[in-house]
């Protein structure tokens, strides 16, 4: 009789859960991972993209004035950038919000909103659907990277409990646990945004290849790696980029500077890295045909 | 007839406001304190229509600090004024406007620099170096104009300031015989004796 309580947003189970909240969060760690981490000048966000199929027309995503093709990463504030992982409609809504709120408080105070603040607004939103009720929460984690004169660069999560906290590098979606561990290994306090990069695509490249079931997806991430590491760049930009990528860091004038990597620069970027150790899998690679990479 | 002024010198403001409440010709009291602490490093002198000055201040000083504790931190300098103005600015449009000029000065702790903000009844904001309200503004802005250094001591801005207070006192035919001085620096607010 555990249903009986799973449908109402607000009301507790008997043993004090508000099942609801559970279940957002399972939706979470089903999505495309988003990985953040903090550095002592900039931050760092990759998110994976999950492959939607190679008929999906991306042509108009590229136009878009900021870069990235706009499905897991966004621009909150020209001081914040945000990463979700979840439903994305949820997410796209929540975005508004968020982009709203900012606003609101330049409006208000002529500055950028402090990124605590923004993520405060975010989670008395989502707090709202687990006392006041509605349909059901959102199914949505963000990450927040931003910078703010208080606490300089900053990292926060929040989730559909809204609850926030903040991070010097954290993940949120699939593979999350493994992902972690990862980052707590190899996370070293004054890490440079350089090597915060270098970091954030070495726990991507792990966490997708290695830990990801089923077949299909298996072979297509071996073969993400294969194209990686055994071509050129010119293939690869054929293909559909599946990693979004952002930093922020400060321009020559100490202001926030916000780059949301275009699919060209997230392939030379990967290039760049993934050359670095070209030959030792070869032969895993090898025996994977190349049309079965998309 | 109000009198305050204000003026920026190396990581401080000071700002001073004369003492007397006034109802038209009589003095009611010599011991009024028209600068208000608002938050840590950051101090408004106000003047303008009796009643709608108090009001007004109180009113600013509560959402600072509410701001403060809610955020835990308080509002830049920038920030406030900035805020400060849109307030009068909606209350110029409202059906009873206040009738406030302010001085907004303070100490932004996050990027070490001091603020000064000139700020009228009608919502006009500006950044200034130094700044004056009140029949004092006539005498002393073109000393002000002479003598301000951004780059002074507390010690030179003090004088200097003292250059506008006797000039006032010299030239101005009601000239009010007492001012409260308050600095606002890296450490906070403090009072000082002139």
């Not at chain 1, 009301?11 to 909240?21: A, K, N, T, V, W």
């Not at chain 1, 559909?160 to 906290?165: L, T």
């Not at chain 1, 992902?179 to 966490?207: F, R």
Request: with cysteine.
């Amino acid at each position: 009789m555990a249903r009986r309580y799973d449908s109402r947003t607000t009301i507790f189970s008997p043993e004090g859960r508000l099942y609801q909240i559970e279940y957002a969060m399972e939706a979470i760690s089903h999505a495309g991972i988003v990985i953040g981490v903090l550095s002592k000048d900039g931050v760092v966000l990759a998110a994976e993209k999950k492959v939607t199929g190679k008929l999906l027309d991306m042509s108009g995503a590229k136009g878009q004035s900021y870069g990235g093709s706009g499905e897991k990463i966004f621009l909150l504030n020209s001081n914040v950038i945000g990463g979700v992982a979840g439903i994305t409609a949820d997410a796209n809504s929540l975005i508004n919000y968020a982009r709203q709120a900012a606003q609101r408080h330049l409006y208000m105070y002529n500055e950028d909103i402090p990124v605590e603040l923004l993520a405060q607004r975010l989670c008395d939103l989502k707090q709202g659907y687990t006392q006041y009720g509605g349909l059901r929460p959102f199914g949505v984690s963000l990450l927040y990277a931003g910078y703010d004169p208080h606490y300089q660069f900053q990292l926060y999560h929040s989730d559909p409990s809204g609850n926030y906290s903040g991070w010097k590098a954290t993940c949120i979606g699939a593979n999350n646990g493994t992902a972690t561990s990862l980052l707590k290994q190899d996370y070293k306090e004054d890490i440079s945004v350089a090597d915060a990069i270098e970091l954030v695509l070495k726990v991507m490249s792990k966490t997708m290849d290695s830990t990801t079931l089923g077949s299909e997806k298996r072979a297509y991430y071996l073969a993400l790696r294969f194209v990686f590491r055994k071509r050129g760049a010119a293939q690869i930009a054929d293909r559909e980029t599946t990693v979004e990528f952002a930093t922020l860091t400060l321009d020559a004038e100490k202001k926030p500077k916000a780059k949301i990597y275009n699919p060209a620069e997230i392939d030379a970027l990967l290039h760049k890295h993934g050359l670095a150790k070209k030959d030792e899998e070869g032969s895993v690679a090898a025996p994977i045909p190349s049309d079965q990479t998309v | 007839m109000d009198i305050s002024f204000a003026l920026t010198g190396k990581g401080y403001v000071i700002v001073a406001a004369d003492t007397t409440a006034a109802r038209s010709i009589v003095k009611m009291k010599v011991d009024e304190d028209k600068i208000k602490v608002l938050s840590p490093h950051l101090l408004m002198a106000y003047s303008g229509e009796p009643g709608d000055t108090v009001q007004f201040a109180e009113y600013i000083e509560r959402n600072i600090r509410l701001y403060h504790i809610r955020n835990t931190y308080a509002l830049r300098p920038p920030s406030a004024a900035s805020w400060i103005r849109r307030s009068l600015a909606d209350s110029l449009r409202s059906r009873r406007p206040y009738a406030v000029n302010l001085l907004v000065g303070g100490y932004d702790t996050s990027t070490h620099t001091p603020h000064l903000y000139w700020i009228d009844y009608l919502g006009t904001m500006s950044e200034v170096p130094f700044a004056a309200h009140g029949y004092g503004a006539y005498f002393a802005l073109s000393l002000l104009d002479r003598y301000h250094d951004p780059e002074a001591s507390v010690e030179e801005g003090l004088a200097t300031l003292r250059r506008c207070l006797d000039e006032v006192a010299k030239r101005l035919v009601v000239t009010p015989e007492k001012y409260k001085v308050k600095i606002v620096d890296k450490d906070g607010v403090r009072e000082v004796e002139i």
